[in-house]
């Protein structure tokens, strides 16, 4: 069974940082994509970063020279290192698995989630 379980989420003041964390389990080789994709009361879900199994990433425009995600293939784990934080990046902050090397902003592509991790930002 595929697993992938959030941490890192807090509240945070503006212009401070966090460090979103996603372990992976159940996955018995390596993921062509996953990526990091938030959600706000009231808006749609929306990619943040992408991360191929190269290690080439992207970003959305919002959140470039700002976030970086990498990921740790031995430990299974995902990163989200989130700074200069803004209180529009509030929101509920997921990770997810595509099985296929599209890795694109699609989010009905990808085939595994987590349950979120919640960022709160204050000005």
């Known amino acids: 069974q595929v697993q992938l379980v959030e941490s890192g989420g807090d509240s945070a003041q503006a212009g401070g940082s966090l460090r979103l964390s996603c372990v992976v389990s159940g996955l018995t080789y390596s993921t062509p994509c996953m990526g990091w994709f938030r959600q706000a009361p009231g808006k749609e879900r929306e990619g943040v970063a992408l991360?191929?199994?190269?290690?080439?990433?992207s970003y959305v425009d919002s959140v470039k020279g700002r976030f970086a995600i990498s990921k740790d293939n031995n430990k299974h784990t995902l990163y989200l290192e989130m700074n200069n934080l803004k209180p529009e990046d509030s929101a509920m902050y997921y990770c997810?698995?595509?099985?296929?090397?599209?890795?694109?902003?699609?989010?009905?592509?990808?085939?595994?989630w987590g349950q979120g991790t919640q960022v709160t930002v204050s000005s």
């Open positions: 991360i191929d199994n190269d290690g080439s990433a």
């Open positions: 997810a698995v595509d099985l296929l090397p599209t890795c694109g902003w699609y989010t009905p592509a990808y085939n595994y």
